[in-house]
């Protein structure tokens, strides 16, 4: 079993719509959770960190995160072209004091006009 | 600022040749991390520096050689490399203790001819 899985997609939505990326994890003991957004040939760029249970809201961003489900979700509200992108999830595992980041293999997402 | 700065931004080098990676970064991190991302995957952990010191090396051919001179660079020599070695090579950095976020750098584009 895989550390992260994500739906890889690819995921394509017309602008002005809601775009929904999840991901899993394996470790139950995971304590923190970030989505990353990486386009075509650029570095990934951190969009949302969470660390507790619930909704975390930035802007247009939404992370959910679920422990009890091993279950982390990212929506994107009035989703843009400028929005198309590969999006990242990555987990620390807990007891990791290097920060280590398990990534999963990231879901592509198109927004068309 | 959340700056991570690598150089150069592409290289290109022969089989023979030495060359070296270059990562800066002036916050303060003591956390530096190599990875690699070959395209349509996710970013592959291959080293990490804590406090100037070699933590992991997730078995990393030893034609790659990782340096941390100081608290705020972090080199990558290059030797002897492979037409597979050809990816983008990613820094990233975090601060020590509780915060988790990595940042990330541009990356070098390397391609092995």
């Known amino acids: 079993q895989k550390e992260v899985e994500q739906n890889s997609g690819p995921l394509s939505v017309p602008e002005g719509a809601i775009a929904s990326l999840n991901c899993t994890y394996s470790?139950?003991?995971?304590?923190?959770f970030f989505w990353y957004r990486q386009y075509s040939g650029k570095s990934p760029e951190l969009i949302m960190s969470?660390?507790?249970?619930g909704d975390k809201e930035d802007g247009r961003f939404t992370a959910q995160l679920n422990k009890a489900s091993q279950y982390v979700s990212l929506l994107i509200r009035d989703s843009q072209p400028s929005d198309s992108a590969t999006y990242l999830c990555?987990?620390?595992?807990?007891?990791?004091?290097?920060?280590?980041?398990?990534f999963g293999r990231g879901t592509q997402l198109t927004v068309w006009p | 600022d959340t700056e991570v700065t690598q150089t150069p931004k592409h290289l290109v080098m022969g089989m023979t040749n030495k060359k070296s990676l270059k990562c800066e970064q002036h916050?303060?991190?003591?956390?530096m991390y190599w990875y690699k991302q070959k395209a349509k995957k996710p970013p592959e952990l291959m080293f990490v520096y804590s406090y100037e010191k070699l933590s992991i090396n997730e078995s990393v051919p030893s034609r790659f050689s990782p340096e941390c001179p100081n608290s705020s660079l972090l080199n990558l020599h290059l030797h002897a490399l492979q037409p597979e070695d050809s990816a983008l090579y990613l820094c990233a950095s975090k601060a020590t203790g509780s915060a988790d976020t990595q940042y990330f750098g541009p990356g070098t584009r390397l391609t092995v001819l």
């Open positions: 990555a987990v620390k595992k807990g007891g990791s004091t290097l920060g280590r980041l398990y």
């Open positions: 470790d139950r003991v995971s304590q923190s």
């Open positions: 969470i660390y507790s249970n």
């Open positions: 916050m303060g991190h003591r956390a």
